[in-house]
């Protein structure tokens, strides 16, 4: 795991895996540290998340931070000069650009903290995660628990019939499967 004795140069973290596998969780603890250790922050989400709040970042443990909403990544641009942490969740819901965004950000000695679904419903990777997933100096993949047999969840299966991309739930939704209980669904779906 990358050491949260980061260098004085910028960096980008990324916290990836299913949903209810604890990715949101992880950055609000982070993000919490570097408050701890008096270190200016900004934390940002896309507009479009406001299943549990339209301003703060939100664990489905309820744990929570403020945050700026934002429709471009380009807003994230506009952070005080004293910043050193930027915290970035549901980074799947925003365009391409978010990779320039931090990739600058990191450059200008920014600590890039960002959390996000790597896959969709369709187990395709998502948005721009893969993109940032490769110019990151750390990735974490995180894991739910498969809610059919135990093993460890790296599927988001969507239990409504909604083809959209982007559907925002929670477990009446959405559930994590591992790889075999998420193919047996598949199947079980096509045969219908």
Do not use: W
Not at 115 to 123: C, E, F, K, P, S
Request: with cysteine; glycine share 6%.
């Amino acid at each position: 795991m990358f050491s949260e004795n980061y260098r004085k140069s910028g960096c980008i973290e990324v916290i990836c895996g299913s949903m209810f596998s604890g990715k949101t969780e992880e950055l609000i603890r982070r993000l919490k540290r570097a408050q701890f250790a008096n270190q200016k922050i900004a934390i940002f989400k896309p507009t479009i998340d406001v299943r549990y709040s339209e301003e703060n970042v939100v664990s489905h443990d309820l744990h929570s931070i403020r945050s700026t909403p934002i429709r471009n990544p380009q807003e994230m641009y506009n952070i005080p000069e004293d910043v050193k942490v930027v915290g970035i969740d549901e980074a799947q819901f925003f365009d391409l650009s978010i990779i320039e965004v931090v990739q600058n950000l990191a450059n200008k000695g920014v600590r890039v903290i960002i959390a996000g679904l790597d896959t969709d419903y369709l187990g395709k990777p998502f948005g721009p995660m893969p993109g940032l997933m490769a110019i990151a100096e750390d990735v974490q993949k995180v894991h739910a628990i498969c809610v059919k047999c135990g093993s460890l969840a790296n599927h988001s299966h969507r239990l409504s019939t909604n083809k959209d991309l982007v559907v925002l739930g929670e477990k009446d939704v959405y559930e994590p499967l591992c790889r075999e209980c998420y193919n047996a669904a598949i199947d079980a779906e096509k045969s219908l």
